[in-house]
């Protein structure tokens, strides 16, 4: 059964500051990996989605690497604003639409 | 524009009632999804769809029904059985070929029992 850790649960930063958010899964075969923003009380917004035979995806400010043989992804969130303030949330999918395992997120608050 | 439309925003249900969260996608996606989030637990799976007149139970169905008459809508009914209905409930689609595409998240309803 595949489990998605992510670490650390929160994080504060000063506006400005370039910042990492981890994902870790335990199977590393996986299809794809999706990151996804949420602000309180909101859906979930993709950012960015990696296949497998992927390394990165770029969009804007982020950047999301995956390292399958490792099971971990990161997204790399630079020039941090405070707009950027948001539960991030990476979902791993394992194989088939259906089999879509999600982290409890990272909950990031960026200082003005 | 494409997207998934839940409806109603908030819903207060009264002891031993029975309410529906409504869910529409004009995205032509195949499989539909119902997810609860609570805090601290992230989301977990209550019922997903691959195809019309079809679905199938997810890791916490119980309380729960579903239907898919049509492509684009997949209700979801919180029955009195729910014990502890209050939560936030996020619809999604996606595609089910070989690639994917990744998920789509409607904007959530917030389900409190009064």
């Known amino acids: 059964k595949q489990e998605v850790t992510q670490i650390p649960a929160a994080l504060s930063v000063p506006e400005g500051e370039n910042l990492v958010l981890n994902c870790s899964f335990t199977d590393s075969a996986i299809y794809n990996l999706q990151w996804f923003r949420q602000d309180p009380g909101k859906g979930l917004t993709s950012l960015l989605l990696i296949q497998s035979s992927q390394r990165e995806q770029t969009s804007g400010r982020l950047n999301a690497s995956l390292d399958k043989s490792s099971g971990r992804s990161t997204l790399y969130i630079a020039a941090s604003q405070p707009g950027d303030s948001a539960t991030y949330l990476c979902?791993?999918?394992?194989?088939?639409?259906?089999?879509?395992?999600f982290g409890t997120g990272t909950k990031l608050q960026v200082i003005p | 524009d494409g997207g998934i439309t839940q409806s109603p925003k908030y819903l207060f249900r009264k002891e031993g009632q029975n309410v529906t969260l409504s869910c529409e996608q004009n995205l032509n996606h195949d499989a539909m999804y119902w997810y609860r989030q609570d805090p601290g637990q992230g989301l977990r799976l209550i019922y997903y769809s691959q195809i019309v007149n079809d679905f199938q139970k997810g890791d916490i169905a119980e309380g729960y029904s579903v239907s898919r008459e049509k492509k684009e809508s997949f209700p979801l009914t919180v029955t009195s059985a729910q014990k502890n209905p209050t939560a936030f409930y996020l619809c999604a689609s996606s595609t089910t070929g070989i690639t994917s595409y990744g998920y789509t998240f409607g904007s959530g309803t917030r389900l409190t029992v009064v």
């Open positions: 979902a791993v999918n394992s194989g088939g639409y259906q089999k879509v395992t």
